[in-house]
């Protein structure tokens, strides 16, 4: 059963402190991203990933860090520089072949920093 | 940077087509037009894209016209499960480097389907 996973689903923490949440694809995907989605707003992309050890900052990169150890796994790291982390952080993968850039969602990780 | 301008909201009665139109007047001759939707506190989920020519899928059918500045989104018999926002995206195609294929999602359209 190929898919996108995301946990936790709810997520709580509290000021000033650091919290990873996990990606992981078994879809054997190349690309990873990470979106960061506020209430009533669309998408925007924090960072992405092309191929395993590689990554670039997306539009509101600061305040986060990712790793790419692994092509199945894209762990995004909130740190406590970003100033306003509440939100809901979607995770998506595609093929990234010419063409077409179809990306597979994840379920959403909702932080909540108290 | 907006490329796409959609309708805020839109409502359809539930067994009828419903037809969301979107705008992409700057298109580039390479940019493909995808439509995504997103189901309240989901994650989005792929409908259908296009470079030109209209395309059919089981989800939907995607409408461009020729000039390319402008495209429809129908979901030919609604149901309430569709009831969702709509994001209508233009992006170019995927070649590595900088040119990543972004998808560039803005607030898109809220369909409400009525029983």
């Known amino acids: 059963d190929g898919g996108i996973t995301q946990s936790p689903k709810y997520l709580f923490r509290k000021e000033g402190q650091n919290v990873t949440l996990s990606c992981e694809q078994n879809?054997?995907?190349?690309?990873m991203y990470w979106y960061r989605q506020d209430p009533g707003q669309g998408l925007r992309l924090i960072y992405y990933?092309?191929?395993?050890?590689?990554?670039q900052k997306g539009d509101i990169a600061e305040g986060y860090s990712v790793s790419r150890e692994k092509k199945e796994s894209f762990p995004l790291t909130v740190t406590s520089a970003q100033k306003n982390p509440t939100a809901f952080y979607l995770c998506?993968?595609?093929?990234?072949?010419?063409?077409?850039?179809?990306?597979?969602f994840g379920p959403g990780t909702r932080l909540t920093v108290l | 940077d907006a490329k796409t301008t959609q309708p805020p909201s839109m409502d359809c009665a539930e067994g009828r087509a419903a037809n969301l139109p979107c705008n992409h007047s700057?298109?580039?001759?390479?940019?493909?037009v995808y439509w995504y939707r997103q189901i309240h506190s989901q994650g989005p989920q792929y409908i259908i894209h296009?470079?030109?020519n209209n395309e059919t899928n089981e989800m939907a059918s995607l409408i461009i016209t020729e000039d390319r500045k402008s495209s429809t989104l129908i979901l030919p018999h609604a149901t309430l499960r569709d009831t969702a926002v709509y994001y209508c995206?233009?992006?170019?195609?995927?070649?590595?480097?900088?040119?990543?294929?972004?998808?560039?999602f803005g607030q898109g359209t809220i369909l409400t389907v009525h029983p």
């Open positions: 990933s092309q191929i395993v050890n590689d990554f």
């Open positions: 995206i233009v992006s170019p195609p995927y070649a590595g480097g900088t040119s990543y294929g972004k998808l560039t």
């Open positions: 700057t298109i580039s001759g390479n940019e493909y």
């Open positions: 998506a993968s595609s093929i990234a072949s010419g063409g077409n850039n179809e990306q597979f």
């Open positions: 296009g470079l030109k």
């Open positions: 879809l054997n995907h190349d690309a």
